[in-house]
């Protein structure tokens, strides 16, 4: 491809070599060591990886500075944002989502260049984070008006409402690095705590035009953002013992190894999107055109690349050759191209590693027993590997075994609906399956056994994270901790409050309280 067929807007004209960082309240100007930011599709007609850019590479003294500015911020509780009235920690937010929204352009762009994903998939990304912050602040003032009263049992007044945890260190996926990263800070800031943020290692960039927006929208400290390596940051920042709630959204062994680091763990609350292999499971009366359009969207939108992707499929005996010749042939007709070419359905891996190891599970399938059903399946070019259609699957494969994160689809067949009921039992993950048939005296059993292996049944529908309101959770490996509009941010504050005996006494200095309009807590103050 030659620069010229990029869209003149989409266009990379220089490269972004971004050298601030957002500590305390301050852009800070990074001088040394950095790490070049490249994208997997090329702006060349000889295939050549497009510099984008490049970031800072810090280091232990930059985490602990972040850190430090985190907890001086929070001050045990005692600081401007913990102790900050509902109204105007609002007001923060909603004039940091103003400043957002005058970067859509920029940050869409870079979404596409930096891991790949589609002009629409890219723009929705970008929308859909916007309408988040927009629904947590009403949310957020929803939950406040509850609470803006006080409650009699047993002779005791209670004033109850919702406090913050602390310091939250928050890691993102480079999947969705704007909207599910968001949708771990959004909450956790609102809530009153203080943060270190630190991207993902693909769609690092596109967080840049938003820094200034974080330094003037909150008090200094509230928000720090630093870049670098995951491990070399995160190591020492839990080590301190100073963070509170670990907020992250990756997969289970870097959870796992990350929260060890702590050295009081029983502390530390977590807010965790781990990995997933959710399964779809075709009953022989399935509607065939529905499932197979379904399946396709579940099993490659974004390439796979999405823990709430289909990563197996469980198709009956009876339908199995049907489904699997269109199924194949469905995938076959796929588009493949750039992320700005209309109507492109796959694009370029972000990782350059990826084609390979997808590679690797494709040849232990193959060698273990398994067929390549779709034509095209296996084909590389140079950024890209073509999704394979692979059955029959067994357990022993590692295309089973493995949450492949990609573009390779394996098939099982079952006559008994025991088989994949057991398989899920036994999984290490439980986040949701998609279930298609219409006899509702098979579908009934059947829901009612799911719902207490995975979180989410999806009824003839592919598995996926929205709409935003509803919850967003896992069992075993997937989660921890619940994410939704209204459920994040119960996980990023606790139940809290001011209780005292119905006396004389007490009956006056908390109607004082009230009418001085001094505390930011005690307060029945209702928001509009």
């Known amino acids: 491809m030659s620069k010229t067929t990029i869209p003149e807007e989409f266009q990379i004209k220089k490269p972004l070599h971004q050298k601030k960082y957002l500590v305390n ?33 810090m280091g232990e003294t930059e985490a602990m500075d972040a850190l430090n500015a985190a907890v001086t911020a929070f001050d045990r509780g005692k600081g401007i944002w913990p102790t900050m009235h509902v109204k105007d920690r609002i007001e923060c937010m909603e004039k940091f989502v103003g400043q957002m ?15 790949g994903k589609s002009l629409p998939d890219s723009q929705k990304e970008f929308d859909r984070t916007v309408e988040y912050v927009h629904n947590t602040i009403e949310e957020y003032k929803d939950l406040d008006r509850n609470s803006a009263k006080f409650q009699k049992h047993d002779g005791v007044y209670a004033h109850i409402k919702r406090g913050p945890l602390g310091v939250v260190l928050c890691l993102g996926p480079y999947n ?64 301190s013992g100073k963070v509170d709630v670990l907020a992250l959204i990756g997969n ?30 075709i009953l022989p009366d399935a509607d065939l055109d529905l499932t197979i359009d ?36 469905r995938v076959d007709g796929l588009k493949f191209g750039n992320p700005w070419e209309e109507g492109v359905n796959l694009t370029p891996l ?35 590997i073509w999704p394979a259609v692979l059955y029959p699957v067994t357990k022993d494969m590692r295309v089973y075994q493995e949450e492949q994160f990609g573009p390779v689809i394996p098939v099982l067949s079952f006559s008994d609906i025991e088989e994949p ?10 986040q949701q399956v998609s279930l298609f048939g219409k006899d509702v005296y098979a579908l009934s059993p059947l829901i009612d056994t799911l719902v207490n292996l995975v979180c989410r049944v999806n009824l003839n529908s592919s598995c996926q994270r929205g709409p935003d309101v509803y919850p967003f959770t896992g069992r075993k490996d997937s989660a921890q901790a619940t994410l939704s509009v209204h459920d994040a941010l119960r996980s990023f504050s606790i139940r809290t409050f001011v209780a005292f005996k119905d006396n004389d006494l007490n009956n006056e200095t908390i109607q004082r309280l009230l009418e001085a309009k001094l505390s930011n807590f005690v307060s029945t103050d209702y928001i509009l």
Not at 36 to 45: A, N
Not at 197 to 203: L, N, R
Not at 273 to 280: D, H, T
Request: with cysteine; net charge negative.
């Open 252 to 281: 289970s062994k870097s959870a796992n190894a990350i929260q060890e680091q702590h050295p009081k763990s029983s502390r530390l609350r977590l807010v965790l999107g781990l990995e997933a292999k959710n399964p779809a499971i």
């Open 421 to 430: 009921l057991d398989d899920m039992a036994e999984s290490n993950y439980g």
């Open 25 to 57: 309240g301050e852009l800070k100007t990074w001088d040394g060591n950095t790490a070049k930011v490249f994208s997997t599709i090329s702006s060349t007609d000889e295939y050549k990886q497009t510099l984008l850019g490049s970031i800072p590479d």
């Open 101 to 115: 929204e005058t970067k859509r352009d920029e940050i869409v762009k870079l979404l596409m260049w930096e891991i």
């Open 350 to 384: 972000p990782e350059p590693e990826k084609p390979a190891y997808i590679q690797e599970l494709i040849d232990d399938a193959v060698e273990k027993g398994a067929e390549i059903l779709n034509e095209k399946g296996g084909q590389h070019s140079d950024n890209y």
């Open 294 to 329: 379904e399946c396709i969207s579940g099993t490659l939108s974004f390439n796979g690349q999405r823990c709430t992707a289909l990563k197996v499929i469980y198709v009956h005996e009876d339908i199995k050759e049907k489904f699997l010749k269109r199924f194949a042939k």
């Open 176 to 239: 969705y690095p704007l909207n599910e990263t968001f949708a771990l800070l959004i909450p956790a800031i609102i809530m009153g705590n203080t943060t270190v943020f630190k991207p993902a290692k693909h769609g690092v960039l596109l967080i840049t035009p938003l820094l200034e927006a974080f330094q003037n929208s909150f008090p200094k400290g509230v928000v720090n953002v630093i870049f670098g390596r995951g491990r070399v940051l995160a190591t020492p920042i839990m080590q």
